[in-house]
Nanobody, 119 residues
Framework: QVHLVESGGGLVQPGGSLRLSCQTS??????????MGWYRQAPGKERELVAT???????TYADFAKERFIIFRDDVRLTVDLQMNNLRPEDTAIYYC???????????WGQGTQVTVSA
């Protein structure tokens, strides 16, 4: 069973940047066709997919994340990071890391990390 731990959230001003990191364990990265992803859930809204990345580093992005967010994985550190640039107040949400073997990944979840974008 993969264990996921997010870090890197916090308070940032509009236009700023944050980098979230998801530490995995349990040998998940060595499994075939593994997929990692980041989701977010804003207050009063449903959880939505932000970005995904496969074992061979093919990535997908939600429209709101394109050209602002970058997802990448490190198969040595066993992490998946989400670099978020030009943040907007509407990006405020709890961000969750997820892992699985299908798209979108949903087999395992982290506890979430709060991102707040405010002046």
């Amino acid at each position: 069973q993969v264990h996921l731990v997010e870090s890197g959230g916090g308070l940032v001003q509009p236009g700023g940047s944050l980098r979230l990191s998801c530490q995995t364990s349990g040998g998940f990265f060595s499994t075939e066709r593994n997929v990692m992803g980041w989701y977010r859930q804003a207050p009063g809204k449903e959880r939505e997919l932000v970005a995904t990345i496969t074992a061979n580093s093919a990535s997908t992005y939600a429209d709101f994340a394109k050209e602002r967010f970058i997802i990448f994985r490190d198969d040595v550190r066993l992490t998946v990071d989400l670099q978020m640039n030009n943040l907007r107040p509407e990006d405020t949400a709890i961000y969750y890391c997820a892992a699985g073997h299908a798209y979108p990944p949903s087999g395992a979840w982290g506890q979430g990390t709060q991102v707040t974008v405010s002046a």
